[in-house]
């Protein structure tokens, strides 16, 4: 699970963002100073951080500099009310992978945390190949899986449907979730797709590797056994 690390000193806004981004499946921790925010910045924890620029303790662009100056390459979305050019330009210059202006709307956020994550993914393993859990294996290149089963083609969907399982292998994965990341985030949340696509899965990989968990979601495991249907 992605851990970001968000640093607001507005009880309300961190408050709405930690909220937003816990139910999207991230972990989450909020600080209010930008001590304490370079220091937790630092400890190698944290795959993101939301970062307002008018903390106190430590200014945002301060803690930004000298985390750039560690060459930490931690990805940084600022967040801030102070929208004018030369704000931007100080923030872009000063390290920060993105900017986005208060107030805004979470999705819009959540969209840009995404995509900055999905960057700082492949830029730690560009040569990453295949995906291997237990019995399954999914190459990233000819988007085809492999299982006791045998070897099939996957759809776009199915591909990032697989994708997701196998990146959280055991891990209880809810249809929002899944909608939200494979689908995004306009697609209409009332919608059976998600089960669609698991049926579609399932015949491809087996049925015992996608266990179906009650009022919460999924759960991917590499080990087909009497445990998992």
Same mark, same amino acid.
């Given at each position: ?11 309300r ?12 499946g991230? $972990?989450?921790e909020?600080?209010?100073d930008?001590? &304490?925010?370079?220091t ?5 924890? %944290?795959?993101?951080?939301l ?5 106190? =303790? ?6 930004l500099?000298?985390?750039?100056a &560690?060459a ?7 967040l801030t009310a @102070?929208d004018?050019?030369?704000?931007t330009? +100080? *923030?872009?210059?000063? =390290?920060?992978n993105d900017?986005v202006a ?10 840009? /945390? @995404? ?6 993914r ?5 040569a990453?190949q295949?995906l291997a859990?237990g019995r ?13 089963? *045998?070897?099939?083609?996957?759809s776009? @969907?199915? !591909? $990032?449907? +697989? ?5 959280n292998p055991e ?10 990341? /494979?689908w995004?985030? &306009?697609? &209409? ?6 089960? /669609? !696509?698991?049926? !579609?899965l399932?015949?491809?990989i ?6 179906? /968990?009650?009022?919460?979601? !999924?759960? %991917?495991t590499?080990?087909? *056994?009497?445990?998992s249907?």
């Amino acid at each position: 699970m992605p851990r970001i690390l968000v640093a607001e000193d507005e009880t309300r806004i961190a408050s709405f963002v930690e909220k937003g981004l816990k139910a999207a499946g991230y $972990g989450v921790e909020t600080v209010a100073d930008g001590v &304490d925010a370079l220091t937790l910045a630092r400890s190698g924890e %944290f795959d993101l951080l939301l970062l307002d620029l008018g903390l106190p =303790g430590l200014d945002g662009l301060e803690v930004l500099r000298r985390l750039r100056a &560690d060459a930490d390459a931690l990805p940084v979305i600022i967040l801030t009310a @102070r929208d004018s050019a030369s704000d931007t330009v +100080a *923030g872009f210059e000063g =390290g920060a992978n993105d900017y986005v202006a208060k107030p805004f709307r979470f999705d819009e956020l959540l969209a840009r /945390v @995404r995509v900055r994550l999905q960057d700082a993914r492949h830029q730690a393993a560009p040569a990453e190949q295949t995906l291997a859990c237990g019995r399954v294996t999914l190459d990233l290149r000819t988007r085809r899986i492999t299982s006791e089963a *045998g070897t099939f083609d996957l759809s776009a @969907r199915e !591909y $990032g449907l +697989a994708e997701e399982f196998l990146r959280n292998p055991e891990q209880v994965l809810s249809r929002e979730q899944l909608l939200s990341r /494979v689908w995004g985030l &306009d697609f &209409d949340p009332g919608s059976n797709v998600v089960d /669609v !696509y698991v049926r !579609y899965l399932r015949k491809k990989i087996g049925p015992d590797h996608l266990k179906t /968990v009650r009022g919460m979601g !999924y759960r %991917f495991t590499g080990e087909a *056994g009497p445990t998992s249907r």
